[in-house]
């Protein structure tokens, strides 16, 4: 079983040509409303990718709770951790240009009233993950996060948004998952200094123990775990809207680990998955099935045999090759 302990929004989207600059007006083109939030992304991802997965999070007592969680429910996602509040809903303020870049202001509502009282009723196996980030109270996060270690599961800890009060939560996580730039943020904030992605993460992982995860959009991901550095490629799409790929990611890597995949399989179903979040707009309309990717991964035979090098690495890391079989196929195609 799959926790996701987070955030449920629902995602107002506005399209531009070009992404404003402060105090700048510009016009749009087009807008919807589609259900998002981090948490409710990564759960729904992990669902698709045919992981059983529960929910545990908040909504308002508003017109906006419904359509929030109207496709958590058609994915079989566990909604019974889900409370109603008084309140408003999370929304977030999405913004997305002509590239397929974004920018995003988060309103929390009801994400801020998940408490502490959510997490200690939480029950973990050895079996089980946890997923987290850090659109709820910290808090909450930590005893969710403490629960879960003690159960023997995995946690995987998504650092976004970056905050400088989570920075305690990285002894708890057994994965720590990263962009480059939250990377770099963390990297600041516990004194490591620069030197790009991979020699951060490696130095992450060997001051604080837990395997981390950097995800570099177009080129893939990287883990470093026990000193050691692997890589895998992205799909290379064209990029409608990059809104979601990230909690994509997240939740296809928590399935894909709670199959017994090897991190490096696991990270090349997620990697894929979040490629194939790029070519659809909104967030969680844009999560790929499992078949969807298990295709994808089929069409391209030789993805993963790429090589990335890293200006700071002495050596070329070697990405993984990995092919559809019955490993990497799952329990379901969503």
Same mark, same amino acid.
């Given at each position: 079983?799959?926790?996701?302990?987070?955030?449920?929004?629902?995602?107002?989207?506005?399209?531009?040509? !070009?992404?404003?600059?402060?105090?700048?007006?510009?016009?749009?083109?087009?807008?919807?409303?589609?259900?998002?939030?981090?948490?409710?992304?990564?759960?729904?991802?992990?669902?698709?990718? @045919?992981?059983?997965?529960?929910?545990?999070?908040?909504? $308002?007592?508003?017109?906006?709770?419904?359509?929030?969680?109207?496709?958590? !429910?058609?994915?079989?996602?566990?909604? %019974?951790?889900?409370?109603?509040?008084?309140?408003?809903?999370?929304?977030?303020?999405?913004?997305?240009?002509?590239? $397929?870049?974004?920018?995003?202001?988060?309103?929390?509502?009801?994400?801020?009233?998940?408490?502490?009282?959510?997490?200690?009723?939480? /029950?973990?196996?050895?079996?089980?993950?946890?997923?987290?980030?850090?659109?709820?109270?910290?808090?909450?996060? #930590?005893?969710?996060?403490?629960?879960?270690? /003690?159960?023997?599961?995995?946690?995987?800890?998504?650092?976004?948004?970056?905050?400088?009060?989570? *920075?305690?939560?990285? /002894?708890?996580?057994?994965?720590?998952?990263?962009?480059?730039?939250? &990377?770099?943020?963390?990297?600041?904030?516990?004194?490591?200094?620069?030197? @790009?992605?991979?020699?951060?993460?490696?130095?992450?992982?060997?001051?604080?123990?837990?395997?981390?995860?950097?995800?570099? $959009?177009?080129?893939?991901?990287?883990?470093?775990?026990?000193?050691?550095?692997?890589?895998? %490629?992205?799909?290379?799409? #064209?990029?409608?809207? #990059?809104?979601?790929?990230?909690?994509?990611? &997240?939740?296809? *890597?928590?399935?894909? *680990?709670?199959?017994?995949?090897? *991190? %490096?399989?696991?990270?090349?179903?997620?990697?894929?998955?979040?490629?194939?979040? &790029?070519?659809?707009?909104?967030?969680?309309?844009?999560?790929?099935?499992?078949?969807?990717?298990?295709?994808?991964? %089929?069409?391209?035979?030789?993805?993963?045999?790429?090589?990335?090098?890293?200006?700071?690495?002495? !050596?070329?890391?070697?990405?993984?090759?990995?092919?559809?079989?019955?490993?990497?196929?799952?329990?379901?195609?969503?």
């Amino acid at each position: 079983m799959i926790t996701v302990f987070g955030s449920i929004n629902l995602d107002l989207i506005g399209n531009v040509e !070009r992404l404003p600059r402060p105090g700048e007006t510009v016009p749009g083109t087009a807008f919807a409303n589609a259900p998002g939030g981090k948490g409710a992304n990564q759960a729904l991802a992990a669902a698709l990718a @045919g992981a059983p997965t529960r929910m545990v999070g908040a909504v $308002g007592r508003d017109a906006f709770a419904a359509p929030a969680l109207e496709l958590l !429910r058609a994915g079989g996602v566990d909604l %019974s951790g889900v409370r109603t509040v008084d309140g408003p809903t999370g929304v977030a303020l999405i913004l997305v240009d002509a590239a $397929g870049e974004n920018v995003i202001a988060v309103i929390p509502g009801a994400n801020g009233r998940v408490g502490e009282k959510d997490a200690s009723a939480l /029950q973990f196996s050895p079996s089980d993950a946890l997923v987290l980030q850090l659109e709820v109270p910290v808090a909450a996060i #930590t005893v969710a996060a403490e629960r879960a270690r /003690q159960a023997g599961a995995h946690v995987l800890l998504n650092f976004a948004p970056f905050r400088t009060d989570a *920075l305690g939560l990285i /002894q708890d996580a057994t994965h720590l998952i990263v962009n480059e730039s939250e &990377c770099a943020l963390v990297a600041t904030a516990l004194g490591i200094p620069g030197g @790009g992605p991979a020699a951060q993460a490696k130095a992450i992982a060997g001051k604080h123990g837990p395997a981390v995860i950097v995800t570099l $959009g177009r080129d893939g991901a990287l883990a470093v775990v026990d000193g050691k550095t692997e890589a895998v %490629s992205a799909l290379q799409v #064209t990029a409608l809207d #990059t809104v979601g790929a990230g909690d994509t990611f &997240c939740g296809y *890597l928590a399935a894909g *680990l709670s199959e017994g995949l090897p *991190l %490096s399989t696991a990270m090349a179903l997620a990697s894929s998955a979040g490629s194939l979040a &790029c070519t659809r707009a909104g967030a969680q309309p844009a999560i790929p099935r499992r078949n969807e990717v298990n295709a994808a991964l %089929s069409a391209s035979s030789r993805l993963l045999k790429k090589s990335l090098a890293f200006a700071d690495e002495a !050596r070329v890391v070697t990405v993984v090759d990995v092919e559809v079989s019955d490993e990497t196929t799952g329990r379901a195609d969503g």
